[in-house]
């Protein structure tokens, strides 16, 4: 479950104390989060994101915004203001004019300067020529006066003594010019003008604040590039205001300040664990990444239900405060936030993730039957609510969804929760979560950057050391999820039985699932027997002999493959399965998963009777085991290799049959 949203740093300033601080039927999160969603000189930085992240005709490095706001805070409460926004950008492709997105009917553009000196606003489209043509790897900057319309317009909010913005996915251009896309991050300077009792938060660090009379300057400085629909204002007359200190784990004197602004009591429950989430989230995908953090309460009305997520700032509905929300929102801290879609198609790296953290959050505070009770109450809503479209739309990346669309519960966040818990259990927990960490702190492409889904499949690929395109392919590509109609067989008779086992899925609006299986079988006598196989084909058998009667079959019997339909029921099997076939060649083939901890499958082909060896090498050649050493008949052979008494490494398993030689590495993880 979750809610939404992390927005930075909310500072508090009275006219009798002024502080200065530079600072480092809806039930579950997801559906208040989608709610939200739906409702509502230069430092120039090396970019570097992700490979296939969109590249446009220039780069915005840095947006310096100057708000005069003093007069929304006060009876009647106008959502009019005046202000500038600076852009500095770097050109990509030679070009003699920018365009920006500001929504015309939420603001009149009333110059622009620098090296900007003419415009067009058309069609919610800034255009501006500039002073001549600027090219590749050259910066410049234009200086924006614009003044914002007394408008409702569903980004800037303005009543009662308070005012806040709110903006994913589009919203950010209707209260500044800006180039309104999630792949172009820049860093941000924000200096607002409000009443001397406003307590005011935005993105980043509070630089400095300056009380002249009865009027307050906020200078809010990001020394980490935002996405705009990130960026964030939220302030109001009368917020209280929280600190709690987190301390770094890589260096534990560096404390960071978690801010809580609130109008009640509503935020003392997350304050009494949030320290404990940070050191949770930091340990998992790579430790807290900005300078400071902070939650708010909703200040003004517009803004009912859910969270957002908005860079070290998150907003909540004043009742949203409870743990589910909150660790869903926290967590886009790390995804969504350090790491952001490149593109609004990829979406799901950023709900998804949040969602199936909500998940982690359970196993780690009740254990981990809470957290796959969670994981699978989220794929029934799923299964029940399917609107049949997949969770990667490659036409999104340029034309925004309606909301209903992007945000929706049971694919975006739902459908994208389980999919990294299937993707779990595919990888085993030592090599998912490296994955999960070596993604999160990845700072050549990913952190503080973007991420689109392609580059997240090389990067699991690359980490877990087997190629896992054909897992995104499926799950995050394609649309709906396999229906089975497997059948089992028991034939034979006293110490003499076979198992067969045909794997079928039978839907027609998605390809075949290619999927590892777990079968269970129990016994008249003895303990039940797993198995572990590979379906990569439709109508896959399988046989096994056993000298005990088999009495019952379990497939997937955890129900690890959380987003299936169909049945398992004992019938005939039409069909000799690849286990009896005798093969034509001798191979060897690669292990089963890999890297693996601590047990994997060998699997090897045998076409004539042979004496047989396999030997475990370890890196420098060592011998460390021999498991074969005798003759074998012409057969398919599985061996399940344990190396709970091994070290982590690589190791190197050597077949020997006849005339044949081979070889294959291996990785074990613990």
């Known amino acids: 479950m979750k809610k939404v949203i992390l927005l930075i740093v909310l500072l508090f300033v009275s006219s009798s104390f002024l502080e200065s601080v530079t600072a480092q039927q809806l039930v579950s999160g997801p559906e208040l989060c989608a ?62 004019s920018i365009t920006l997105n500001a929504v015309n009917s939420s603001m009149t553009i009333n110059s622009v300067s620098l090296a900007g000196v003419s415009f067009t606003h058309s069609g919610d489209i800034l255009t501006i020529t500039l002073n001549r043509t600027y090219n590749p790897n050259e910066t410049a900057s234009v200086l924006i006066s614009y003044s914002h319309l007394n408008v409702s317009d569903g980004a800037f909010y303005a009543g009662n003594g308070a005012i806040m913005t709110d903006c994913e996915p589009e919203g950010a251009r209707k209260w500044f ?58 302030g109001k007359i009368g917020f209280k205001l929280d600190i709690v200190w987190w301390h770094s784990l890589a260096n534990p004197i560096d404390s960071i300040p978690i801010r809580f602004y609130y109008v009640n009591s509503e935020a003392l429950s997350a304050e009494g664990y949030i320290k404990d989430m940070t050191t949770y989230y930091s340990t998992l995908f790579g430790e807290h990444a900005f300078e400071k953090n902070g939650f708010t309460t ?76 969670d994981v699978v109450n989220k794929a029934n809503y799923y299964i029940a609510n399917n609107p049949h479209w997949p969770m990667y739309n490659p036409s999104w990346a340029e034309n925004t969804p309606p909301v209903g669309t992007l945000f929706n519960v049971a694919i975006t966040y739902y459908k994208g929760g389980c999919v990294l818990h299937m993707l779990r259990y595919v990888l085993g927990d030592s090599v998912f979560f490296n994955c999960f960490k070596s993604y999160g702190t990845d700072t050549s492409q990913f952190r503080y950057k973007n991420s689109v889904t392609d580059d997240y499949a090389t990067k699991i690929s690359q980490v877990s050391g087997q190629d896992l395109h054909w897992f995104i392919d499926e799950w995050v590509k394609q649309v709906d999820h396999p229906i089975y109609a497997n059948i089992y067989q028991f034939t034979g ?141 012409a057969g398919k052979y599985h061996l399940e290799f344990d190396a709970s008494n091994l070290p982590s490494g690589v190791y190197y398993y050597e077949i020997k049959a006849g005339t044949f030689t081979d070889s294959r590495k291996m990785v074990l993880l613990k």
């Open 35 to 96: 709610y939200q969603k739906q409702h509502s000189p230069f430092q120039v930085f090396n970019q570097g994101d992700s490979p296939n992240t969109p590249k446009h005709k220039f780069d915005v490095l840095k947006y310096t915004l100057n708000l005069d706001i003093r007069s929304c805070f006060i009876s009647p409460y106008p959502k009019s203001y005046n202000a500038t926004v600076q852009v500095d950008f770097r050109v990509d492709t030679a070009l003699n």
């Open 493 to 633: 008779g006293g110490s003499s039985w076979q198992v067969g086992f045909q794997a079928n899925q039978t839907q027609t609006t998605t390809p075949f699932h290619k999927m590892p299986i777990v079968l269970k079988i129990s016994f008249a006598t003895g303990p039940d027997s797993s198995i572990s196989v590979m379906n990569d084909a439709n109508n896959q058998i399988w046989w096994w002999p056993f000298n005990r009667q088999p009495i019952a079959f379990s497939f997937d019997p955890n129900n690890d493959i959380v987003l299936k339909q169909g049945s398992t029921v004992q019938g005939i099997i039409n069909g000799i399965g690849n286990e009896n076939q005798i093969p034509y060649v001798f191979a060897l083939h690669q292990n089963y998963p890999n890297p693996f901890n601590p047990v994997t499958v060998i699997s090897y082909d045998i076409p004539k009777r042979s004496g047989v060896t396999l030997k475990i090498y370890n890196v420098i050649g060592q011998l460390v085991m021999q498991p074969v050493n005798e003759v074998k008949e």
């Open 177 to 234: 010019p800006c180039w309104d896309k999630p792949s172009d991050k820049a860093l941000l300077d924000l200096t607002v003008k409000v009443p001397a009792a406003a307590r005011l938060g935005s993105n980043g660090r509070l630089a400095d604040s300056t009380l002249t009379g009865d009027t307050l300057y906020y200078h809010w400085v990001s020394r980490d590039p935002i996405s705009t629909y990130l960026v964030v204002m939220t």
């Open 298 to 373: 909703a200040p003004v009305s517009g803004f009912p239900w859910g969270g957002m997520e908005n860079q070290t700032l998150t907003t909540l509905c004043s009742s949203c405060w409870d743990v589910v929300t909150v660790s869903h929102e926290f967590s886009h801290q790390w995804f969504g936030d350090a790491i952001t879609c490149g593109t609004w198609a990829d979406i799901w790296l950023n709900e998804g993730f949040a969602t199936y953290i909500e998940s982690l959050w359970k196993e780690h505070t009740s254990g981990y039957a809470s957290y796959k009770a």
